[in-house]
C-alpha cells in the first residue's frame, strides 16, 4: 500500500519485542525517536514518561471503568446490555466496565422494587442466557489472549463473593464477585473477564466513588443507569469533572465499550487512563514541525 501510494517501502517498520530479548526501551530512548504513541499498563507508561524525555508522548493506559446501577425502566434490557458489555472479548478491551456500583438498599424497576442481591442474579442470568452455547460463547467472548490474564482471573475469585464464576472455573463469561466497596481489588483494574459488583451507601455515592476513581486511576468509559433527571445531571458534571466520558441508560445494540460516537475519541485525555484524545488538536498539531531552507535570489 506504501507502494502504491509512491511512499517508502520502509515508512512504517515493526519491532517486535520477545521474552528476554525486550528492544523497546532501548528504542523508546534513542535520540533520533521524536514522537511516541502508546498504548498498555500505566507501569511502562510511567518508564517512559520519566527516560523518554527526547520526544512528545502520548498514551492510552490502564484505567477502572465503572457502571452506577440507581435505577431503570427497563431491568431486562438494561442487563442484557451490561452483559454483553462485560463478556465481549471476555473483557479485554480498555473499554470494558468492571466495577458495578448498585445501592445496598436496592433500586427501582419496571418489575418493582429489586434488593441488591436481585440486581446482581438478574445480571448474572443475563450473563448465562448470553454465554450459554459454545458457539455462541465463542463469538462473543473470543479466548484470553495472555496466560496472565487467566491466573489473573483466579486469584481475583478468592478475593470475593463469588456470585458467578468465570474462566477461574473454565466458564466462559466473566467472574463475577461481590465486593465490599473500600476492598483494595475494587480500586485498581483487574485486566480481563472480571465483573466486580459493589454495594453503595446510595445512588450519589456510587457515583461520587466511580467518578473519583476515574479521577485518580483513569477511566476511558462510564455508564449509569437512572431515572432521575436531576441525579443525572449531577452525575454528568461530576464524571465531566473527572475527565470521563458517560453513557446514560443505554439498552439494546448500543454499548458502553462500542459506542460508534465515543470510539473516535476514545480517551478524553482528562484523566490517568492517557494524556489525549484521537481528536484533540493537540494530539493532531504537534505531530507537525514547519521547517525552511532560505536562500538568496540571484
Known amino acids: 500500500m506504501l507502494i502504491e501510494s509512491g511512499l517508502p517501502a520502509d515508512a512504517v517498520l515493526l519491532a517486535v519485542d520477545e521474552p528476554g530479548a525486550e528492544i523497546t526501551k532501548a528504542l523508546a530512548t534513542r535520540q533520533e525517536i521524536r514522537l511516541i504513541d502508546y498504548t498498555g499498563s500505566s507501569v511502562f507508561g510511567g518508564w517512559l514518561r520519566d527516560n523518554a524525555r527526547q520526544a512528545p508522548l502520548f498514551t492510552e493506559e490502564t484505567g477502572v471503568n465503572s457502571v452506577v446501577i440507581a435505577a431503570t425502566t427497563d431491568l431486562d434490557g438494561m442487563c442484557a446490555n451490561l452483559a454483553f458489555a462485560l463478556s465481549l472479548y471476555s473483557g479485554q478491551m480498555c473499554t470494558s466496565p468492571q466495577n458495578i456500583y448498585i445501592p445496598a438498599g436496592g433500586i427501582e424497576t419496571d418489575k418493582g422494587h429489586k434488593s ?11 450473563i448465562e442466557a448470553l454465554v450459554t452455547g459454545p458457539v455462541r460463547a465463542a463469538g ?25 464464576p468465570g474462566a477461574a472455573a473454565g466458564q466462559a463469561g466473566p ?24 454495594a453503595a451507601k446510595d445512588a450519589d455515592a456510587g457515583i461520587g466513588k466511580a467518578a473519583a476513581l476515574a479521577a485518580e486511576k483513569g ?7 437512572d431515572t432521575d433527571e436531576a441525579r443525572i445531571a449531577r452525575a454528568e458534571a461530576a464524571f465531566a469533572s473527572a475527565g470521563v466520558n458517560l453513557s446514560i441508560n443505554l439498552t439494546g445494540n448500543i454499548f458502553v465499550n462500542q459506542s460508534a460516537a465515543f470510539s473516535d475519541f476514545h ?25 525552511m531552507s532560505r536562500r538568496l535570489a540571484a
Open 116 to 126: 441488591f442481591d436481585e440486581v446482581a442474579a438478574a445480571l448474572v442470568s443475563a
Open 140 to 164: 462473543i467472548c473470543g479466548t484470553l489472549a495472555n496466560p496472565a490474564t487467566r491466573t489473573r482471573v483466579e486469584a481475583s475469585a478468592a478475593r470475593g463473593r463469588v456470585l458467578r
Open 175 to 198: 467472574l463475577v464477585l461481590a465486593v465490599d466497596i473500600s476492598d483494595p481489588l475494587a480500586g485498581e483494574e483487574c485486566f480481563g473477564p472480571v465483573a466486580l459488583v459493589i
Open 219 to 225: 477511566a476511558i468509559t462510564a455508564a449509569l443507569y
Open 267 to 291: 480517551v478524553t485525555g482528562a484523566n490517568p487512563a492517557g494524556n489525549a484524545s484521537l481528536t484533540d488538536t493537540a494530539f493532531v498539531a504537534t505531530r507537525f514541525r514547519r521547517v
